[in-house]
Every structure is written in C-alpha cells, then in structure tokens.
C-alpha cells in the first residue's frame, strides 16, 4: 500500500499529534512510514503543515501533485497546499460556508471552529474530531475505527477518553 | 523493538546503544528533542549517566568533551548557528583528540524554518579536520550515531553529526535494536603535552598525527562505508551520488519515474577518499550530485569525474531538497523528461499567515507598553526567542545572533547618539551570551535600556528549563552583580501597569550614563507551573469600532480578524487573557465577551 496525507493548521492545533497517531497505527499495522512536522518558529501561530506517507517510501516530504488525502484543521491552511494533491483526492478540512466549492476534488467540510467556540467539541480535540470526519467520508483510508481508538490510547491514556469521544463525534457528523 | 520515532529521539537511542553516558546541549530548532529524549530515557530506563542542559553551546562542547578525555563515551548537541558559539573549543579539540568516543550533534536547518541562516555545519568538519557523518533518515540517525561513536573513539578524533531539519523532525518507524548500556568511569590522566593547548612543539606533532589520522579515516570511509555499495552498481551510463536526506529523496524520484540509473550514498562527506573513487566515477558519462546544502561532495570529486551539481548550475543551490528540485537536476542533467512533480495549487491563495507571539503571550502586552513610551524615534535592538515575534509590532529593528542585541545596542549608543535605544532579550538568551556584552557595556559607559523578558523558561524551543529554574540562578542579582541595579516588574496583564513602569525606567535612562536594566517577570502561555490567565474573553462592539487598525498594528493578537472594515475578535483564537480589554483601542470597542 502506498498512501500520502498532507496535513495542514495553525500552529497550536495539534497537527503533531495526529502525525504521531497515524505512525503509530502504522506501526502496530506493521505498514512502514516516514513523513515530518513543522516545530519551532514557523509553528508560532503561522501556517504549519506535516507530512504522512504510509508505505514503502524514502523521503519525508510529498512531491506536488502526488497526495492522496488533505486533512485540514483551517480552513485559510487548506487552500494553500492543493497543490500537493494528485486529481479528484480527497479534502477534509474545518471551514464555514464561505469556503470554496472545489469541484475537482471529493471535498468534505465541517464548520468545527463553530463547534468548538460554541463547546460542542473541545478546541483542544478539534484535531481528532476532523480524524473522525476523515474516517467517516473517506473510504480508502488506511487504518480503521478500531485501529485509530487503540493508537489514541497508547499514545496517550490520560486524555484518551476525551479524544475518542471527540473521535466519535467526527464519526457521527 | 520497533517504535514510531522523532529523528532526534532516534538519535537518542543511538546514543544509548552507542553506550554514551554523558550529554550536554543547549536547545535550538532543530536539535532540541535530542537531549529532552536522552534525558527521559536515562531516567526511565534508570541508567548510569547524565544529562544537562548548558547555558550555552560552547559549555555544553566543553562540558561533553571532557568527560571524553577521561574515556567516557559523550555527545554535545546543538543547532548549526550554535555551533559557531562552540567553534572555538571546536578547533582545538580536533587537534587535541579525545580517549572515549565523542560526537558533536549540530543540526542543520536547509530552509530557514527556524534560523536566521542556512549554514552547512559539514564544512565545519572540513574546516576543523574532523570527520562528517550525514544521516538520510531517522533510522540512519540512530545508526550514524553510533557509527560515529565508534570512529570517534577508534581514531581519538572528534565525530560530527549532521542531522538536517528533515531527519532531526522527520518521523519514521525505526528498529532499536537490544542494548546493555554500561557506562563507564571516568579517569583523567595527567598528559601536559597532550591536553594543555599551548604552542608550538607539541601542537606541530598533533597536527600531523590529525592530517594522518584523516588519511586513515578516508581509507575507512572507502572500505567500510562505499564499497559494500558498490556490488549493487549496474554500470548504468550516469551515476548519481547523495548525502544526508537527498539520498531518500533521489531514490523516490529514481522509483517514481522508473530510471535506470546508478545511486552511491555518501555517509560521510569529509573526508572523502578522492582518490580511490577517481577510478569508479570515471566510468561514468556524467555524476549528478544532489546533498544539502553547499557542494561539499561536488568540489572535492569535481576534479576526478564529469560531475554535474550546485557548481554547474544544474542543482538547486539554497533552500532544501524536494521531489520538484531533483527532478530539475536530473532534468537538467539529460535524465528526465518531465518534472512529474507538479500539481494545482489554488488561484486566490489567502495571505500569508506569519508566524506570531501566542494569544495570551506577555511579550506581546510588553511590547506594546515599550513602544507607547518609547516611541518610533528609538532603536530596538533585539535577539533571538519567542520575543523575535517583536518584529509584528515593529518593536523589534535587529536580530543577529544570541546576544547580540546587547552587543549591537552598545554599538548603536556610541554611532547614534540622537535617539534612545531600547534592547529587548530572553531569560535565557541573556545567560547564553547577553551578560558578556552587558558587562562591556557597563565597563564603557554605553547607555541604553536592555529590557530582559523573564518568562523562566527557553520557550521557542519548547520549554526547556533554564538556570533559574533548575539552579535558582538570580537574572537580577547577575544584572546588579555586573554593576547595575535592574528594574523589575512583576507582569500582571494590565497595559496600563506596563506603560507606568516605563515611564519610570524613561525617567531613571535619562540621568544615566551607562545601561539601564529592566526584569519583566512574565510567563510562557504553555507553562503549566506558571502561566496565569484570568480567562476574560474579549469581543469588539461594531458600534464603538472604527476600523482604524490601531490594535492590528500595535498589538495584533493573532485573535484579531478584519471582517467588513471592522476588527473582530475570532472566538476560536482568543485564549482570555484579558489584556486587549485593559485600554489597547483607543475608542475602547474591546468588550468583554461572558461566556
Ligand atoms: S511560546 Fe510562550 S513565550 Fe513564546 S510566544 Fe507563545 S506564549 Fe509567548
Ligand atoms: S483577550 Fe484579547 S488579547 Fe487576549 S487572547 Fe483574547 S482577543 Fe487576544
């Protein structure tokens, strides 16, 4: 299997978790990964974009045209790297009405902004929501419901609970 | 054991396996998870060896460098820019050697993510003539820091490891294999001749037996490093030879595009044995150099072989490597076609969004306090940390280096006596090099306002602890202890108390005839221990705003959105910490938001 996912945010969001979560479904799969993360200055507040690639490849960044799944967590970030993306993939991101319509990709949006402000998710797993969205409408991701759940409590058991709840919230949007 | 792995936790574990039982570093980006995840694992794993955290670069080499001449395993870590602080003990200690192994771990940073330069530490190797190891990925972290502990201590030469943004912040499941960690102990043994750097006889003997150990070294680079690569060769018509993360990148656009062509990896770029290879790339029609991120590998076998890189214009010469530069070399070079990378981005792409201080961050609250008394008229140097985010609310007019804002201010205050001259610096930047400089400026009677943000605490980097917090070291008994008796304000989120406090620092500037100091004790909106919101949300009544953008220009929470001419407050961003509330708009539009 060969499958690349750029993830995009504002510093702060947590993109670095879910960079995490993913390598270490892929790990326990036994699938190989590479892929890399913005730390540091860049991450102050500005853009920040990670990397996933699932499978057998080398390097850790994603040649324009050639990523399967955009997962956004903002939605001003989401626009700036379709370009990484390879024709009709896939589009996740957190956005209100206002953002475009982008015909030529299988586009899914979710106000979670607006959920979080209104405390309907904590901002704080507004990240792990979007997974669950992800996991919801995209039919070839790689890892499943289960496989996601048990990464989240490996890697993290003291907020576990609360990130699958956030989790099923994505799933039940 | 197989782990989902940081590149720098990667290393750590390298380190480990490779039996280190000393580590000292001082943080940068890229580098600092490196002795974060050594010191964790030392102490989960319950194991004979130390750890720390140095106040600068050079005391971290220095520090590390001794435990290797007593015949301990070591390792220092550091960013490339401070490696430049660590040059000095850097070029002796190539020359004087070490009895365990000892690597230096400079990161690199191709790309300017988190640096004011692209520097290429390899060359310092060169330049230091010491070996260079180059790693491609995580996994090949963990194994060249090993490797690099072996060579160091086979050959009594200090190792350096390069370890670029990618590796060091890549992520990859990486295989650790089992490890006995046996630390050992230490034991000085008195060698004038050998550790005393003095001139001239005996330093005449270290230099030639370095010059020969390179020669060796070059050989084993040969033996053990490119010839087992080379049963895999083919014989293709043009070869490509990578380092470091080019390597990953080239062979993803070798399989992308199904090229048949020939790929030799370099894990060490110096010293690289020229001569054993003159007869291998001569074979060849053309050699493609791809590494990051000067031509040190292209300069030293141009002369041997048809090579073709940076110095021939076919590759990409600054910023780091992706698919689409590769793609460009070998397109140049005669070997692709097409650039297959290449995709559709958006045609009204939002503005940028620049990096900025964190809703809720004091700096931010300081800044705005120092540039409402201090005015447009003044110079503000500053330096290197969060506080460099100054620049959004133009408080900010220097960044140099660490330390160089009380360096560069003293400069200013003999060159441009018209206008006042206020330096802003960190906690810990000031104990890094910022007390040097003050003491310099003390003794010559500069006069300037060096304000020292006291968040406790080396936030950019990810909240390592500084002296303060680990040892009680006192900021402003080293400021009084130099000469001076500081300023203090203890931060409380209000404008108005800022702007009173420098009134009165003003005030004390223009009697005085040497620097004034001033402590703002604040807090890192992240650290856990201090941090103190008073959770007041805030809105904007569309009523009372003008849209004159005064709070965007001298204040610019990141919360602070323009929609229909108007400032509003995005929910999602503000953290309420209440001070946009405290008298930042003139028209006071800022309400509080009840939630
Ligand atoms: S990390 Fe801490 S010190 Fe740095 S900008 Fe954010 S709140 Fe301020
Ligand atoms: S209260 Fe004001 S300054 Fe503080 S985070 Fe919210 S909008 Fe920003």
């Given at each position: 299997m060969k499958y690349q996912i750029v993830l995009t945010g504002v510093g702060g969001q947590g993109t670095i978790f879910l960079v995490k979560l993913l390598a270490r479904c892929a790990l326990n799969k036994g699938i190989p990964f590479i892929g890399t993360e913005t730390h540091g200055m860049a991450q102050k507040g500005g853009t920040v974009i990670s990397y996933l690639k699932i499978g057998s490849f080398h390097a850790p960044l994603i040649g324009k045209g050639q990523a399967d799944l955009l997962i956004g967590l903002y939605p001003t970030e989401t626009l700036r790297f379709l370009d990484y993306l390879k024709e009709s993939a896939s589009i996740v991101t957190n956005s209100d009405d206002s953002f475009p319509n982008l015909k030529n990709f299988n586009l899914i949006k979710v106000d979670a902004s607006k959920k979080a402000v209104k405390g309907e998710i904590n901002p704080k797993s507004l990240n792990v929501f979007i997974l669950g969205v992800t996991l919801k409408y995209v039919k070839n991701f790689p890892f499943s419901v289960e496989e996601i759940e048990k990464g989240i409590e490996e890697l993290n058991p003291k907020f576990a609970k609360a990130n699958i709840e956030a989790l099923h919230k994505g799933l039940n949007s | 054991m197989k782990r989902a792995l940081l590149g720098n936790e990667a290393i750590a574990y390298g380190l480990l396996i490779a039996n280190v039982d000393v580590m000292a570093a001082y943080p940068g980006t890229p580098s600092s998870e490196i002795l974060e995840t050594y010191q964790k694992l030392i102490k989960k794993l319950n194991l004979p060896a130390v750890a720390e955290w140095s106040t600068n670069e050079k005391v971290a080499f220095e520090t590390a460098y001794a435990a290797a001449v007593t015949g301990k395993r070591a390792a220092c870590g550091m960013k490339m820019v401070g490696l430049n602080v660590a040059s000095d003990p850097l070029m002796s200690s190539a020359y004087i050697g070490n009895k365990g192994g000892f690597l230096v771990i400079s990161a690199d940073d191709p790309g300017f993510y988190s640096s004011q330069t692209e520097q290429d530490s390899r060359y310092f190797a060169k330049f230091a003539r010491i070996p260079a190891l180059d790693p491609t990925d995580p996994q090949d972290g963990l194994k060249l820091a090993i490797l690099g502990i072996e060579i160091s201590e086979k050959f009594e030469i200090p190792v350096l490891l390069r370890p670029v943004l990618r590796v060091c912040h890549g992520r990859q499941i990486v295989d650790i294999t089992d490890f006995e960690f046996k630390g050992r102990k230490g034991n000085f043994e008195r060698n004038i001749e050998r550790w005393a750097a003095v001139p001239r006889v005996p330093r005449l003997k270290q230099g030639i037996s370095l010059l020969a150990k390179l020669k060796e070294i070059e050989k084993f680079n040969y033996k053990s490093l490119i010839e087992p690569q080379l049963k895999k060769l083919k014989n293709t018509e043009n070869l490509i030879i990578a380092s470091g993360t080019s390597y990953g990148f080239a062979l993803e656009a070798i399989e992308d595009n199904h090229l048949d062509i020939d790929i030799i990896k370099i894990d060490m770029p110096t010293p690289l044995p020229v001569n054993l290879l003159k007869k291998l790339l001569g074979r060849y029609k053309q050699v493609i150099v791809f590494e990051e991120t000067y031509p040190l590998i292209e300069e030293q076998i141009a002369p041997v072989a048809n090579v073709r890189g940076k110095l021939t214009g076919?590759?990409?010469?600054?910023d780091e490597v992706t698919h689409e530069r590769i793609a460009e070399g070998l397109k140049n070079a005669g070997i692709l076609k097409k650039n297959i990378y290449t995709g559709k981005g958006f045609d009204d792409i939002p503005a940028p969004r620049k990096p900025t201080l964190c809703p809720g961050c004091p700096h931010r609250t300081v800044f705005y306090g120092m540039k409402k008394v201090f005015g447009n008229n003044a110079i503000y140097p500053s330096d290197i940390?969060?506080?460099?985010?100054?620049l959004n609310q133009k408080a900010v007019d220097t960044i140099l280096c660490m330390g160089a804002s009380a360096g560069l201010a003293g400069g200013f205050s003999i060159s441009d006596k018209s206008k006042p001259i206020i330096a802003t610096i960190g906690d810990s930047t000031f104990l890094h090099s910022g007390i040097h400089p003050l003491i310099n400026s003390i003794a010559n009677k500069h006069k300037y306002i060096l304000i020292i943000l006291d968040n406790n605490t080396v936030a950019m980097t990810g909240l390592q602890p500084t002296p303060e917090r680990t040892?009680?070291?006192s900021i402003e008994k080293v400021v009084e202890g130099c000469g001076v008796k500081p300023f203090v304000l203890e931060y409380d989120g209000k404008v108005e108390t800022t702007v009173d406090f420098f009134n009165k620092v003003k005030e004390a500037y223009k009697n005085s005839d040497a620097p004034v100091v001033a402590v703002v004790k604040e807090f890192c909106t992240f650290d856990k221990e201090n941090v103190k919101l008073p959770g007041k949300f805030a809105s904007v009544d569309p009523q009372k705003?003008?849209?004159?953008?005064y709070c965007m220009d001298t204040?610019?929470?990141?919360a602070f959105e323009w929609k229909d001419g108007k400032v509003t407050v995005n929910k999602y961003f503000c953290v309420g910490c209440g001070v946009c509330l405290s008298g930042v708009c003139p028209f006071n539009a800022f309400v509080e938001d009840k939630r």
């Open positions: - | 076919d590759v990409f010469n600054i940390g969060c506080y460099t985010l100054g040892g009680g070291v705003c003008t849209g004159c953008g204040f610019g929470c990141p």
